[in-house]
Every structure is written in C-alpha cells, then in structure tokens.
C-alpha cells in the first residue's frame, strides 16, 4: 500500500467546509475526479465549482453546498452536502453539519441546492430525501468548546484507492476529541464471502465511529448497514509488544453485521485498519512495520484503532 499525506493542516476551529474541501483536493491530487458540484447558487453537471473553502461564489461554506467524489477507477463515489442556514443554530456551528451519502452506481441529477440520486446509495451521515435533507454533526460544535484541530488526510496512490482523515484535536479544550472522520477501507481478498462485489468498508462519525458497508450487493435483498468491528477480551489494548521484535503486536480490524439485522453476518478483515495490542494514547504514532507507520485515532476513553501513518510526531500544542 503506498499513501499520500496531507497533515497537521490547522483549523482555528473546527470547520466542515474546510475540512472537507481539503480533503476534495487532496483526492483530487491521487486521481479523483469531481463529476458534479454545486456553491448552493450555480450547479455544474460536468465539474468542480467549488474552488473555495469559504463562503462566496465558489465556496463550500455556504447553504445547501454539495459536491461528489469519484475514485480514480470509478468504482466509488461520495456526495456532502453542508448544511442549510440557520441549520446549526449559529452561523458558526452551520459548516458542523452535513450529510454524506456513497455510492457503487454513481450519482446523476442534482440542482443547486439538491444533491444528485444513486439507485443504490447510502448514508453514512444525515437522514431524510434529497428534496428535504436532515444533516448530522460530524464535527463537534463549536458550543462544545472544541474550538481547534489539526486535520489529516491519508489516500491510497493506487486501487483499492483507500483513504481516512479527520481532525486530531489540539491541546486546547476537549483536545482529546477526534471528529470529523470519514473513511473508505478495504477488505482482505480471501477474508469476505464469494460473491461480494463491494468488499468494503465505510466510515463517516464525529467522534465515536461508526461502520457501514452493503451486504448482498447487487441481490435481490441488498442492504446499506451498520457493521461492527468484532472485539475479544486480548485485542484491543491487551497484549504486550512482539517478545522478539519489540514492535507493537496488531491485528486487521475485522467486521460483521449483528445477527439482529436482515442482511447479518460476517463482512470481511480491513486491509488499512488495525486494532492496537498496546493502548498508546490518542494520536501516539504506532511502530507496526517502520517508525510510525501508524497511528491511534477514535476516542480517548472509549474505542481507539490505528490507521496509516507518515512517521511525524503531530503538533498539537498550536
């Protein structure tokens, strides 16, 4: 797996709209294209028209704002949308709130302020139709005091075109936090049933994550769900480092549906993400292979896992 970085890219606080632009262009720069977009005024059915993180002409801070993401093999697409006016009770929290939605298919339609149908999407954050959206905070608002963050971005350079990022809270108040994470993970080949067409996972949250993934795919009873990542009582945080090695012991993050669900059952093993042998700490780099190589993220007392890493120790004093 070879990735590209974007890292400690400041928000004085935490903005969506700044994030999420950052992470269109960095996609954009390992070959993701953006078939459609909208400012909220002028709608582009063939491009980007947001070339701004702010608010204006072009800019993704505004009301009802959209674009789409496409993977570099055409294989996945993402659509966020911010939220309306007045969504968030202040200006301010507005740019906190979005809607997410992925696609196999591929997303057609759209207008300025209506994001564009997939026959077979799903929603890793907010609720309701197109016509009349219903958004989720996927950044902690700003009433919470979380008030600045270093975003980071990791994408594959090459297919399966894996990618994470979200905001590493700074030391200021509530820093432990992480938000505004999203991410698309790949399964191991042999680990997931014959038969899967989209061995995959994704991932969209504010601060405790959540996993969804399409089981069934392309059957009759296809389902968008929820899926788990499957603890023991050794892993995670149990388990001493390698005797030999003296690098931290991990293991593939592993997922099911919960028997509960229609469509449950076993998914498949990450080929990103890892659960961690030894509780390092949030935002403490990882020696898996090579010095810091990865990286805990998630919640500071509660679920933390590790992603890819460049090897730097994160300023988070700023």
Not at 15 to 24: D, E, R, T, W
Not at 55 to 80: I, K, Y
């Amino acid at each position: 797996m070879s990735f590209s970085f974007s890292i400690d890219n400041f928000m004085p606080r935490r903005n969506g709209a700044y994030a999420f632009f950052a992470l269109k262009e960095h996609l954009k720069s390992v070959g993701w294209t953006v078939p459609r977009s909208s400012d909220g005024t002028t709608f582009n059915a063939s491009g980007d028209v947001i070339t701004q993180a702010a608010a204006g002409a072009g800019g993704l801070d505004n009301s009802l704002a959209w674009f789409v993401v496409r993977s570099p093999d055409s294989a996945h697409s993402f659509c966020f949308q911010r939220a309306s006016l007045g969504y968030g009770g202040t200006p301010l929290d507005d740019s906190k709130y979005w809607r997410i939605k992925v696609s196999v298919a591929g997303f057609t339609g759209g207008s300025a302020t209506q994001v564009p149908a997939a026959i077979d999407e799903g929603l890793l954050a907010g609720t309701e139709t197109d016509a009349a959206p219903s958004f989720f905070p996927v950044f902690v608002p700003y009433t919470n005091q979380c008030k600045s963050g270093l975003y980071q971005i990791c994408a594959e350079t090459t297919a399966p075109y894996q990618f994470w990022a979200c905001c590493f809270g700074t030391v200021d108040n509530l820093g432990q936090w992480t938000d505004g994470l999203i991410m698309m993970e790949a399964l191991v080949p042999g680990t997931f049933a014959p038969g899967d067409v989209d061995p995959f996972v994704y991932c969209a949250a504010a601060s405790d994550p959540e996993w969804y993934a399409y089981t069934r795919k392309g059957l009759s009873d296809e389902t968008f769900c929820v899926v788990q990542p499957l603890y023991g009582p050794v892993m995670p945080n149990h388990l001493d480092v390698n005797p030999i090695t003296l690098k931290d012991n991990v293991i593939p993050q592993t997922y099911a549906a919960d028997a509960q669900n229609s469509s449950g059952g076993w998914k498949g093993t990450s080929r990103m993400v890892k659960m961690p042998g030894v509780d390092r700490g949030m935002y403490a780099p990882v020696t898996v292979v090579t010095p810091g190589d990865y990286i805990a993220v998630g919640r500071p007392f509660g679920r933390k896992f590790l992603v890819p890493w460049n090897g730097s120790v994160p300023d988070r004093s700023v």
